[in-house]
């Protein structure tokens, strides 16, 4: 075989190479489920494309600026869905980001029930340092009050008016209320033990 020959059949096969590539490439290619783990040899999505984690909750807001500018953790992930649902509101409800008198933080509701995890910072004046929530967890404390033991640095229950109970936390200088309706003492106490656990973490 000359070399004009040789030259051409390789060219021959090249094109047929080729043909071949584009043809597997235009395949449809099977579809992923969730949670499902890639076939080996299936194509994956560059790093870049991949889908980013969705925040907790509804946007913050400006109220949720207050915290933030404290370096707080958003309430969302201080008591987190999972807990919540556990309580009894499931983990889909969204949050609505409320001021109070006691604080300022989210408030989940469903089914009759409600969570509100609020860190204690005073709705009328912002404070400079995140230590000032913890200073207002004693000065919220009114008559009627009673201690939960075994709970951060200290923790008691009240009445917040409403129907609404508020589980008042103190956890490595810092203040938050775990506020509840329609959910029972054992089921707060849980709440505010898995709220204390977050923030020392």
Known sequence: MGFLDRAKKLA?????????????RRQPQGTQTEGESPQPGAPTA???EAKQPKPPGTPAGELGERWKKLDLPDPAGVVPPKVRQGAGVPRSTHSEVVSEPYGIGRRWTAEGKSIGVFWLIDPDAQPSTAEATSARFDALRGEGAEDVPGIGDGAYITDLGNDRRGVFVRAQDRGLVVEVAGIDHEAAVELAQAASANVTR
Do not use: L, N, R, S
């Not at 021959?12 to 597997?24: C, L, M, S, T, V």
């Open 46 to 48: 560059p790093t870049g």
């Open 12 to 24: 021959q096969q090249a094109k047929e190479f080729a043909g071949d590539q584009i043809e597997q």
